[in-house]
């Protein structure tokens, strides 16, 4: 399955400072999806970008994607404690999202 | 507005007992997926459907059965839970019109095999 590869693992940053995570997958995608899970809870949906797009914005996140590299990085900027969560990368093939294992974000106050 | 309702939040079984898990949503949503958390292993899709009466395996089907009978609800059953199905299990369910919709998750399962 296409499946996103997240990196790092885990991110330990202060609060106001900048979180940056990568995405790799393998195959040609049709758009890719971004969620964060908080501890015990279920997925949530951050934003998508199409395979057309290089760049998008929604608040303090920005996403990037480079198809030429198959890779995709989701910025966090001004993090808060708030942003203390998983986050997971879901290329989008057909109608199936695969997820990696997510880059665990911890922010300290 | 509930969104996704997965019922138990917690269960406990032996090895060899049947259980189902009902996920429920009510944003008229044509398709639902299971799949499971495992540690260091991110979410693996067990099975899905697309639409009422309808359902497909995904990437680990293997020892779970399911059923669409309603549009809003989605089953899952175990028939003779192994201790390999600990995990945390999510459903999810999305709009049909393309797959640039955004799904919605549940909060899980937690589901333990003795």
């Known amino acids: 399955s296409q499946q996103g590869e997240e990196d790092p693992q885990a991110l330990s940053i202060q609060e106001g400072e900048n979180a940056t995570m990568n995405c790799s997958y393998k195959?040609?995608?049709?758009?890719l999806q971004w969620y964060r899970q908080n501890s015990g809870r279920g997925l949530v949906h951050l934003i998508l970008?199409?395979?057309?797009?290089r760049e998008k914005h929604s608040g303090r996140l920005r996403v990037t994607l480079d198809t030429s590299k198959k890779s995709s990085s989701l910025l966090i900027t001004a993090s808060r404690a708030a942003d203390t969560a998983s986050y997971f990368c879901?290329?989008?093939?057909?109608?199936?999202?695969?997820f990696g294992a997510g880059t665990t974000v911890t922010v300290r106050a | 507005n509930a969104g996704v309702t997965q019922t138990p939040k917690f269960r406990v079984l032996k090895t060899g007992q049947s259980m189902t898990l009902l996920c429920a949503q009510d944003?008229?949503?044509?398709?639902m997926y299971w799949y499971r958390q495992d540690p260091g292993m991110g979410l693996r899709l067990i099975h899905y459907?697309?639409?009422?009466?309808?359902?497909a395996k995904g990437e680990v089907p293997d020892g779970y059965n399911v059923s669409r009978l309603k549009k809003q609800n989605f089953l899952l059953g175990l028939e003779s839970a192994a201790p390999s199905q600990t995990s945390v299990y999510f459903c999810?369910?999305?709009?049909?019109?393309?797959?640039?919709?955004?799904?919605?998750f549940g909060d899980g399962t937690r589901l333990s095999i003795l």
């Open positions: 999810a369910s999305r709009h049909g019109t393309g797959a640039n919709q955004p799904q919605h």
């Open positions: 195959t040609s995608i049709n758009n």
């Open positions: 970008i199409r395979s057309n797009e």
């Open positions: 879901a290329p989008i093939n057909d109608y199936k999202l695969s």
């Open positions: 944003m008229n949503h044509e398709y």
């Open positions: 459907s697309v639409g009422e009466g309808t359902t």
